[in-house]
């Protein structure tokens, strides 16, 4: 049975960091591209970083040089992180991860709330 299930999120202040986390259990995760998409409120969801199952990463320009996305192909479980430094208030949302933008699941997790605030 598929399942997302993203964690890590909290409050954290302006130019503070969190790293989130997304277990994507099912083997075939492992031959997925995939992504984290946040959707902050009143604006449609949008991706944010991706990554291809050989692990090579690519980000959206509002959040270059401050999140680095990585994974862990696990045999079962497959884990996406998402380490995000020098938050701003503009990254406050909340995350999802998925496959590729183009290529998603119908299914979301429950996404993992992050606030930006002092």
């Known amino acids: 049975q598929v399942q997302l299930v993203e964690s890590g999120g909290g409050l954290v202040q302006p130019g503070g960091s969190l790293r989130l986390s997304c277990a994507a259990s099912?083997?075939?995760?492992?031959?997925?591209?995939m992504a984290w998409y946040r959707q902050a409120p009143g604006k449609q969801r949008e991706s944010v970083a991706s990554?291809?199952?050989?692990?090579?990463?690519?980000?959206a320009d509002f959040v270059k040089g401050r999140f680095t996305i990585s994974r862990d192909n696990a045999k079962d479980t497959v884990t996406v992180y998402l380490q995000m430094n020098n938050l701003k208030p503009e990254d406050t949302a909340v995350y999802y991860c998925?496959?590729?933008?183009?290529?998603?699941?119908?299914?979301w997790g429950q996404g993992t709330q992050v606030t930006v605030s002092s």
């Open positions: 099912g083997s075939i995760f492992r031959l997925y591209g």
């Open positions: 990554i291809t199952s050989g692990g090579i990463p690519n980000y």
């Open positions: 998925n496959k590729l933008p183009g290529a998603t699941l119908d299914y």
